[in-house]
């Protein structure tokens, strides 16, 4: 399986930047204006479900990134950059880099 990019790897690079910029802007505005701990977030039963809809989503990627891989940048890479700005940014980030990675 390949993958195909459909449009300019610019457009790519913008929607996950902007991805990065805005979630974790609110999420770390709400973090440090409310005051609240990371203990709170992870006992908030609205935040729970969320949180762990988001690793199994990272977990299932990673697993079929690195079962099929899509190119020559590892699955971890994946893992690394959900993990520092969410599926939302690491999905348009990965295509990113496999749309690099095959120019180069």
Same mark, same amino acid.
């Given at each position: 399986?390949?993958?195909?990019?459909?449009?300019?790897?610019?457009?790519?690079?913008?929607?996950?930047?902007?991805?990065?910029?805005?979630?974790? $802007?609110? @999420?770390?505005?709400?973090? &440090?204006?409310? +005051?609240?701990?990371?203990?709170?977030? #992870?006992?908030?039963? %609205?935040?729970?479900?969320?949180?762990?809809?988001?690793?199994?989503?990272?977990?299932?990627?990673?697993?079929?990134?690195?079962?099929?891989?899509?190119?020559?940048?590892?699955? $971890?890479? @994946?893992?690394?950059?959900? &993990?520092?700005? +969410?599926?939302?940014?690491?999905?348009? #980030?990965?295509?990113? %880099?496999?749309?690099?990675?095959?120019?180069?």
């Amino acid at each position: 399986m390949s993958w195909t990019v459909t449009g300019p790897p610019r457009v790519l690079l913008a929607v996950a930047v902007a991805s990065f910029v805005a979630v974790n $802007w609110l @999420f770390f505005a709400w973090l &440090f204006g409310s +005051g609240a701990s990371w203990r709170e977030l #992870a006992s908030d039963r %609205l935040a729970a479900p969320f949180m762990l809809d988001s690793l199994v989503a990272i977990a299932a990627l990673a697993v079929y990134f690195a079962c099929r891989p899509p190119g020559r940048v590892r699955w $971890w890479w @994946f893992v690394v950059l959900a &993990f520092a700005g +969410g599926v939302g940014f690491a999905v348009p #980030a990965y295509w990113w %880099l496999e749309s690099r990675s095959r120019r180069a």
